[in-house]
């Protein structure tokens, strides 16, 4: 696997890229990129959205998406240097020498060709070769990514397949060819955690069959953690650190490389602990709720599966309950029934054993006073032609009648609670950093002062270091205020610090509940076990050393 | 694909029912009768009443409006949309042959707009931002912009008058073979082609920027594919799709264009029936161009939708 | 906004659009006192040529033709912005109704939409115009709710993302009513798209009542429209071309104003210029 030291396939020094707009500005988006990469071996470059990974994904590729610039470095990929070659030694580069998995597996086929015909497509284009050999040669690529029946998976079109099975039809196409890097940028995040670790683990063998090295592009330090022998830490166009993957993430020198250690979860101490259920606040039963059945007049839409399937749930006074589920696992649904945005198909739902409607419209006004709700994005929780204070202020004065002055005073005073001084009130929405958008929804949610605050996935869109400040400041609040809070989220994280109980939803199902310390130290079900899996990994790396990562950092030492 | 298919066949024939229903209250139930429609105030005090009975008799207006309506709706079906008030001439003998003449006019002018406005919506989109793609842009604002009429007369003068290459008004009669009709009115197909091929040209340049910007063009790109597979093979596609669905608004302004140049140029089509009918109060003759027009826009509407669903597999599932 | 005006100023086409839309609403506001002669009134022979009393001749009845082009706009104007105001209103306030109930509602009102859309407008037009007889009102009213339907599509599509946001929802968990939630929280979001929805179907209601005034269905002699005038031109197409030329010419710069403003201005405002705009 490890080829004796040759030319780099990378070599990047001082690399700048930018992005230049309309009117002639332009925004540098990676700022003097510095590292090299050995024919082989493998890469992890991690950061945030903004971080301009992404953009240096693809410039390894010699590729800048619309307005891009380099501005100055060399970038050197197998001996070419992009930069400045022209572009047809740098198409010859693209496909035969070095190949991309793109982010969006469904996206990025072609939603109208059945996909054998797009991996033969490559071959033919790129490799010349005639009808039948492409056919032979993609049916023998599909089975070596772990496809099943390889002639009838090529005859489908993307949307027929499953999120996995595109996934490997995007890395054949990329290997198609067979190249010397692969890039794969951000290949897990549309994928569930048991399909995310199949796929990591079919990188894992290419590489070691192939001898292909690898630049892998994730937001998700536990990707890197198994997958990669070096990883860059990316921030702001800059890279902040590099080095072997265990020592970064054993030992991380930058702050900020530590505020994404923090982030992800560590089983170490001690999550909330949990009482026995003696004061139930809400409790529900066999919530259930099936998508649309289509109007009058459109096609009946048949589904398969309700996308939630009575559920049970019962939340304690002054408690947070966590609720753990990928995408599609019904955990929003859940979240908008007992907001009473969406209707349940049955069941029933009780506040301090009082049955109360289903729908919001139809509950008393001091029942829709005690039950409110913290979205996902922030930006688009709050109105964006209404100021941050008319947004706290409406509940003031719906529910408690206030007149402008007491609401003014009332929502000032809620806002720097959250860390927001007055002179927030007169803004609009789009003049706030995300963070501060999501305080300014936590503010009017408080406002109602209600004794259930149902938070769904609030800090997803945020960044590691605002989000972690932003559930500090929701605990305070709801602390303060004696509030029960529903937790949503498919960050086992944020529930190790805040829940006390927890349930994992899969597929619109309660797979498993409890005390989140039980839970979390033993899972009964395998894939809550698969989700604490693949969620500390990077963890793992500081109990034992894999075999891979120490022969990797011997290999780099020497 | 079957099942999908029938069921968009099954839509269209609903519309075209709630087409003719729409059809016949607009005109018949609101305002009075058809006869108070066509015979101004003065000459119905002229006429004695037991005459007048006898004449709404006869047209069928005094039996109730629920009555008048299956009663259209049935001839709609069977092509017989009654008799003119005046002349006695069944309508379906008066709108026949220019009903014919419109639709050749309008074929010509999207088997020549089609092609065109593909080549030129992509060509702006693939050079987006560069001076093809402004000259396009422009162009098409202002060849949307100016009236029919206008650029009918423009022509009229330019060709006809000032160089006289072409006839100004169209010298072939009502019952001519069409290759007769269209070699006759070169400049009416022009005028035509003009506003088409600007909003065509436009829609395709939308469809086929957003299909470039998709992420399958952009792995293809990565991956090395040629320029030329990539536009045509992935692109084109996906860029058809989405104008398809604007086939509705388009198919509607071809034909009002189709109905004013007509008039521009003595085209003996459906729109010169039409303005006769209009000015004669002629109600018959107007719900049955009404409805043949409605019918052809239905009828596009309907093969764009089929187009589609060959076109995008996701459409598919029945 | 100063941001947006510094915009504005980067793109000629947007400024020469703007410009031209001013000059034809000055002329059309001012063109009483503007007027050298009376535009009704017989005062000379029959088709004169150009001279310093009549500056484009007489028409075929022998008014001055160059009072008649400034009037000629007048009518046509008001009709087409009538027709645009009801229809971006209008239009816009179902559209998102329709979005907030969706439902048998929605799906009757869809249907409606559809249907209306698949009626060409001359058409639609002259079945009122047959039933209701030939009256300015009739034709405001006709081409406003023929340009509504377009409207309630894109309202509509826009009302449905806007539902999907978590104002909307904090909204409805606070139990504010349904014309609370589409007045006050959907409609200010919606406020541009209309806008520009306004000038787009303004723009198509001018060629259509143009076209209308052509065919002799819109508006009746003798007031002057451009329409009518080209069309009563055609008869002296070969000896003054003008009298065509000049009314074309006004016409088409004011629609051409009018489309390049909305385009540029939909274009910073970040709106998709309604979509290869709406066909007439």
């Known amino acids: 696997m490890v080829q004796p030291a040759s030319e780099p396939i990378i070599r990047c020094s001082g690399l700048s890229i930018g992005y230049v707009d309309g009117i002639g500005a332009t925004t540098r988006v990676v700022d003097h990129v510095s590292f090299l990469l050995e024919p082989g071996h493998s890469i992890g470059i991690v950061g945030e959205s903004g971080s301009g990974k992404s953009t240096l994904a693809r410039a390894l590729l010699g590729y800048l998406r619309g307005g891009g610039r380099f501005l100055g470095g060399q970038l050197e990929i197998d001996g070419v240097e992009v930069t400045s070659a022209a572009t047809a030694s740098i198409r010859a580069l693209r496909g035969l020498r070095v190949a991309m998995v793109p982010q969006n597996p469904l996206a990025s086929l072609t939603y109208h060709i059945p996909v054998g015909r797009q991996v033969e497509e490559v071959l033919r284009a790129r490799r010349g070769l005639l009808r039948l050999e492409a056919e032979q040669r993609t049916v023998a690529l599909f089975s070596e990514m772990g496809l099943p029946d390889p002639e009838i998976i090529g005859r489908r079109f993307a949307h027929q397949l499953s999120g996995g099975q595109r996934q490997r039809v995007v890395i054949a196409a990329a290997l198609a060819c067979d190249p010397a890097l692969l890039v794969l940028d951000e290949p897990t995040t549309a994928l569930d955690k048991t399909t995310e670790a199949q796929v990591l683990e079919l990188v894992q063998r290419l590489r070691s069959q192939r001898g292909t090295a690898l630049v892998l592009v994730t937001h998700d330090l536990n990707v890197v953690a198994d997958t990669c022998e070096r990883v860059i830490v990316m921030k702001d166009g800059c890279i902040v650190e590099q080095g072997p993957v265990t020592t970064v993430f054993r030992r991380p020198s930058v702050d900020y490389t530590k505020t994404l250690l923090d982030a992800s979860l560590d089983l170490t101490g001690d999550a909330p602990s949990a009482n026995t259920l003696a004061d139930v606040l809400v409790n529900a039963e066999k919530l259930s709720f099936s998508y649309g059945t289509g109007g009058w007049f459109k096609r009946p839409q048949r589904q398969a599966r309700p996308t939630l399937d009575r559920v049970d749930l019962a939340l304690g006074r002054g408690e947070v309950l966590g609720v753990i589920g990928e995408s599609g696992s019904g955990k929003t649904t859940l979240g908008l029934i007992l907001a009473g945005l969406l209707a349940s198909d049955q069941g029933a739902l009780a506040l301090e054993g009082h049955s109360i409607a289903m729908v919001a419209g139809k509950r008393r006004p001091e029942m829709r006073r005690r039950i409110q709700m913290v979205f996902q994005d922030p930006l688009s929780s709050l109105n964006p032609r209404q100021t941050v204070l008319a947004a706290v202020m409406r509940p003031l004065r719906l529910f408690f009648g206030l007149n402008r002055n007491a609401a003014r005073e009332k929502a000032a005073s809620l806002l720097s609670d959250l860390g927001l001084g007055p002179e927030y009130l007169d803004r609009y929405p789009r003049q706030l950093s995300g963070g501060q958008q999501q305080r300014v929804a936590i503010a009017r949610a408080f406002a109602a002062e209600p004794d259930v605050l149902i938070c769904d996935e609030i800090t997803s869109a945020l960044d590691a270091s605002v989000a972690g400040q932003v559930l500090e400041e929701l605990n305070a609040m709801r602390r303060r205020h004696g509030t029960s809070v529903i937790l949503i989220t498919h960050d086992l994280a944020v529930i190790w610090r805040m829940a006390s109980r927890v349930m994992v939803l899969k597929d619109g199902i309660v797979i498993e509940a409890g005390s989140t310390g039980d839970v979390f130290a033993a899972p009964k079900d395998p894939y809550t076990a698969a989700l604490l899996s693949s969620a500390t990994r990077v963890k793992r790396l500081n109990e034992e050393p894999t075999p891979s990562s120490l022969i990797n950092e011997i290999a780099h030492v020497a | 694909m079957l099942i999908a298919a029938l069921r968009r066949v099954l839509l269209s024939v609903i519309t075209l029912v709630m087409l003719a229903v729409f059809i016949f209250i607009a005109t018949e139930i609101m305002p009075g009768d058809a006869l108070d429609v066509s015979l101004s105030a003065d000459e119905i005090a002229m006429i004695p009443p037991e005459r007048l009975a006898k004449m709404k008799q006869d047209l069928g207006l005094d039996r109730p409006a629920h009555e008048r309506l299956l009663a259209f709706l049935n001839g709609a079906i069977t092509l017989d949309f009654g008799k003119t008030l005046i002349s006695k001439t069944p309508v379906s003998a008066i709108i026949g042959y220019p009903l014919r003449n419109s639709l050749i006019l309008a074929g010509a002018v999207l088997l020549i707009a089609i092609p065109l406005a593909l080549a030129i919506g992509i060509a702006a989109a693939f050079w987006k931002g560069r001076a093809v793609d402004h000259l396009v842009s422009t162009g098409s604002i202002i060849g949307y912009s100016i009236p029919e009429f206008v650029i009918g007369t423009i022509l009229v003068m330019l060709f006809a008058v000032a160089w006289p290459i072409f006839p100004a008004t169209i010298t072939a009669s009502t019952r001519d073979p069409a290759l007769t009709l269209l070699a006759s009115s070169p400049l009416a197909v022009a005028t035509v082609l003009i506003g088409s091929i600007a909003y065509l040209a436009r829609l395709l340049r939308t469809g086929m920027v957003d299909a470039l910007a998709s992420d399958f063009v952009e792995r293809l790109r990565l991956t090395g594919i040629p320029e030329w597979r990539i536009v045509f093979l992935h692109a084109l596609p996906a860029a058809v799709v989405p104008s398809l669905t604007a086939l509705a608004l388009y198919a509607a302004s071809l034909v009002s264009g189709i109905v004013v140049v007509e008039l521009v140029f003595a085209y003996p089509g459906l729109g010169q029936e039409l303005v006769r009918g209009v000015t004669r109060r002629e109600v018959h003759v107007v719900q049955a161009i009404a409805l043949c027009s409605a019918a052809v826009v239905v009828a596009l509407n309907l093969l764009a939708d089929l187009a589609i669903l060959m076109l995008d597999p996701r459409t598919r599932r029945a | ?280």
């Open chain 3, 1 to 280: 906004m100063r941001l947006f005006i510094q915009r504005l100023f980067r793109r000629p086409l947007t400024m020469l659009g703007l410009l031209l839309v001013a000059i034809h609403f000055g002329i059309a506001l001012a063109a009483p006192w503007l007027t050298p002669h009376d535009p009704l009134k017989l005062l000379d022979a029959p088709l004169e040529q150009p001279t310093g009393v009549y500056w484009l001749g007489t028409d075929e009845l022998g008014r001055d033709f160059f009072s008649r082009l400034l009037l000629g706009g007048q009518i046509s104007i008001v009709a087409a912005a009538c027709a645009g105001l009801i229809a971006a209103f209008g239009g816009g306030i179902i559209g998102l109704a329709t979005a907030y109930h969706r439902g048998l509602f929605d799906d009757v009102v869809s249907r409606f939409v559809e249907m209306k859309l698949s009626i060409p407008s001359i058409l639609l037009v002259s079945l009122f115009v047959t039933g209701f007889g030939q009256s300015l009102a009739v034709l405001i009213g006709v081409m406003g709710l023929i340009y509504m339907m377009g409207v309630i599509r894109t309202a509509r599509a826009q009302g449905i993302l806007i539902m999907e946001q978590g104002y909307v929802k904090a909204a409805k968990l606070r139990g504010e009513s349904a014309s609370a939630i589409i007045l006050r929280e959907m409609l200010p979001n919606i406020a541009d798209l209309l806008t520009v929805e306004f000038a787009l179907r303004t723009s198509s209601a001018l060629l259509l009542v143009s076209a209308l005034s052509f065919l002799g269905l819109g508006v009746s002699p003798p007031t002057p429209d451009w329409g009518s005038m080209i069309q009563s031109g055609l008869q002296s197409i070969r000896s003054e071309p003008w009298l065509i030329l000049a009314p074309a010419l006004c016409i088409s710069t004011l629609v051409i104003g009018i489309n390049f403003a909305t385009e540029g201005v939909a274009d910073l405002l970040g709106l998709e210029a309604a979509r290869g705009a709406t066909g007439q």
